[in-house]
């Protein structure tokens, strides 16, 4: 790696080590939600006003709730559902209907080589994914790239974190739980706005441009950018972890 010491990875999962089309994702996650709603008995429109509002409740979460406990507050104000009868009763979706949404995946054997190798020179790994789904979703897009949570000193879910990217309180919370310095990370991932901003505190950023997603299509050429196979090189000639 050009900048040392770096002693920690941050790897975002979906379009990067997850290579991924996320509009056609997110579009039948929502509408795969709202059909185990309906036949679990509530209504479609309300579901659907109610998980997005619970969705952008977490994004704009100020970190004085878990993003679950913020997701769950909206939800009932929303919907006028208990969270806790609407969470017990939609369980299973995350360990059935969810599955199906892995035709959106197009899986690489590239991730887990990456991952080994970085664990193998001695790097901190870390699943910095977007922490806006329950764990069983984590796991289980986990579970499309061949990867497991057992690989990773840390994986931002739900249940544990208080903010959402691009919110550098995301970061920071990453940071302070593994103990490290922003300037001992370097954050890989294919969002400029979600996952590039971490530069912002400090940490060294590699773009993966398989599934590049620049909404606001900033001028990217400041970032170090590749594939996700051009990221494997990248890893396999970077020199181990200094102890």
């Given at each position: 790696?050009?900048?040392?010491?770096?002693?920690?990875?941050l790897f975002d999962l979906d379009g990067t080590l997850l290579p991924l089309d996320q509009d056609r994702f997110i579009q039948d996650y929502f509408a795969r939600f709202v059909?185990?709603?309906?036949?679990?008995?509530?209504?479609?429109?309300?579901?659907?006003?109610?998980?997005?509002?619970?969705?952008?409740?977490?994004?704009?979460?100020?970190?004085?709730?878990?993003?679950?406990?913020?997701?769950?507050?909206?939800?009932?104000?929303?919907?006028?559902?208990?969270?806790?009868?609407?969470?017990?009763?939609?369980?299973?979706?995350?360990?059935?209907?969810?599955?199906?949404?892995?035709?959106?995946?197009?899986?690489?054997?590239?991730?887990?080589?990456?991952?080994?190798?970085?664990?193998?020179?001695?790097?901190?790994?870390?699943?910095?994914?977007?922490?806006?789904?329950?764990?069983?979703?984590?796991?289980?897009?986990?579970?499309?790239?061949?990867?497991?949570?057992?690989?990773?000193?840390?994986?931002?879910?739900?249940?544990?974190?208080?903010?959402?990217?691009?919110?550098?309180?995301?970061?920071?919370?990453?940071?302070?739980?593994?103990?490290?310095?922003?300037?001992?990370?370097?954050?890989?991932?294919?969002?400029?706005?979600?996952?590039?901003?971490?530069?912002?505190?400090?940490?060294?950023?590699?773009?993966?441009?398989?599934?590049?997603?620049?909404?606001?299509?900033?001028?990217?050429?400041?970032?170090?950018?590749?594939?996700?196979?051009?990221?494997?090189?990248?890893?396999?000639?970077?020199?181990?972890?200094?102890?």
């Amino acid at each position: 790696m050009t900048r040392q010491p770096i002693d920690t990875i941050l790897f975002d999962l979906d379009g990067t080590l997850l290579p991924l089309d996320q509009d056609r994702f997110i579009q039948d996650y929502f509408a795969r939600f709202v059909i185990k709603g309906q036949e679990l008995g509530y209504s479609p429109e309300l579901l659907l006003s109610a998980l997005q509002r619970g969705i952008t409740a977490m994004v704009l979460n100020d970190g004085s709730l878990t993003n679950k406990e913020r997701f769950d507050q909206v939800f009932e104000e929303a919907s006028g559902i208990a969270a806790a009868e609407f969470n017990e009763r939609f369980a299973p979706f995350y360990t059935h209907e969810f599955g199906f949404l892995r035709k959106h995946a197009s899986p690489s054997p590239l991730a887990r080589e990456i991952v080994q190798e970085v664990k193998e020179k001695g790097y901190t790994v870390v699943l910095a994914t977007n922490p806006l789904f329950p764990s069983q979703g984590t796991e289980a897009r986990l579970g499309w790239a061949d990867l497991a949570s057992s690989q990773f000193s840390l994986v931002t879910t739900y249940e544990d974190f208080h903010y959402a990217k691009p919110n550098l309180g995301y970061y920071r919370q990453i940071l302070q739980l593994l103990g490290k310095k922003a300037s001992s990370c370097l954050m890989v991932g294919n969002d400029v706005e979600e996952d590039m901003v971490a530069q912002g505190l400090g940490m060294d950023v590699y773009l993966v441009t398989d599934y590049l997603i620049n909404n606001k299509n900033k001028d990217i050429a400041s970032y170090r950018t590749g594939s996700l196979e051009d990221l494997a090189t990248f890893f396999k000639e970077s020199p181990p972890c200094k102890p």
